[in-house]
């Protein structure tokens, strides 16, 4: 009994109990970052064969995820380069602020593509009267999110294209405040640190809060857009539908709802753990990096790995918008 009682009492002393509080490993860092690179080349690819260019964001954070969890397999827990350990967590804590940066420049482009009614302000100059987009006007204005930025639609609260804007530079903010934290953690200084980690303690906070208020905003374009799904297509084949609404448009909408929960539980986690600080549980056990921070994000990415939303768009605005007809679907013959 004794003998184990000295074994447990080596092993906690030879445990780091500097910044970095376990041995990272290799396998699981190494597993995550190429997971990440994977998908940075496939959203870099899709974005420059698509001319996608408002999407660049996306594939960039990913690239940086990357290099944050291949570099941290380097860092000696025992002998811990701050400066590289400030690089690696930025890259890890910060770069996703990209991923939110993707999704709120999608919210509008959605909307461009559910509601007909939205681009109506496109004026006939020989009627004087206000004509639906076209398929291919709808397609330029997704490229280069044109239009009037305070033009409404009936399933957002918020004019869609003002969202983008809005949300990207509440992202940009809440960013330089958690830059600035690294900043702070980077001088080594005990006062200084501990500032730096309220910092970055507030700026994930206002970045979580940001998104859950988001999140908020597509809920209520979801429920509306699929009461209207069920209310308009009420008689086609049902195997046409999923939830009252065509293939694309459901899977453009899920797509986007369901990458925002994952960063919503990833958001949590952040923020749990910077509030417990250094000494805290959840940063001292790798595992929940893994659990809590990779596996909702690569999940929120790879979603948008699996079906490129420009091509959802386009098929969208081709089947609902050519000749300004609707969807073509065929009735049920009962």
């Known amino acids: 009994m004794s003998a184990t009682k000295t074994i447990l009492a080596a092993a906690a002393e030879s445990s780091p109990t500097g910044i970095l509080k376990y041995v990272p490993s290799q396998g699981g860092n190494y597993f995550v970052g190429g997971a990440y690179a994977l998908f940075s080349a496939l959203t870099f690819f899709y974005v420059f064969r698509r001319k996608d260019f408002w999407a660049l964001c996306l594939p960039i954070g990913c690239l940086c995820s990357a290099v944050g969890f291949i570099v941290r397999p380097s860092i000696d827990p025992y002998n811990v380069s701050l400066g590289l350990y400030i690089i690696q967590s930025m890259f890890v804590v910060i770069s996703p602020a990209a991923f939110l940066a993707f999704n709120y420049l999608l919210y509008g482009r959605m909307i ?49 294209r003002i969202v983008g804007t809005v949300f990207v530079w509440s992202d940009v903010i809440t960013f330089v405040v958690q830059i600035a934290a690294g900043g702070l953690q980077a001088t080594g200084a005990l006062n200084l640190v501990d500032v730096g980690d309220k910092m970055f303690l507030t700026g994930v906070s206002l970045q979580g809060a940001s998104y859950i208020f988001f999140t908020l905003l597509l809920t209520y374009a979801t429920v509306l857009i699929i009461r209207e799904g069920a209310r308009n297509n009420a008689g086609y084949i049902k195997s046409d539908l999923i939830m009252g609404l065509e293939k694309p448009v459901f899977a453009l909408v899920a797509g986007l709802y369901l990458s925002s929960i994952f960063i919503i539980i990833r958001s949590i986690y ?39 939303p420009s091509s959802l768009l386009e098929s969208i605005f081709e089947k609902r918008y050519s000749g300004y007809g609707h969807y073509p679907l065929t009735k049920s013959s009962s």
């Open 112 to 160: 461009l593509a559910v509601d007909k009614d939205f681009g109506s302000s496109n004026v006939d100059a020989q009627s004087l009267e206000s004509q639906p987009l076209t398929a291919t006007q709808r397609i330029t204005m997704m490229k280069k999110a044109g239009g009037p930025k305070t033009e409404k639609s009936r399933f957002s609260f918020i004019p869609p």
């Open 270 to 308: 952040r923020i749990i753990e910077f509030s417990q600080g250094y000494g805290g549980y959840l940063v001292s056990h790798e595992i929940y990096l893994f659990v809590l921070d990779a596996a909702p994000l690569l999940v929120a990415v790879g979603i948008w790995a699996v079906m490129w």
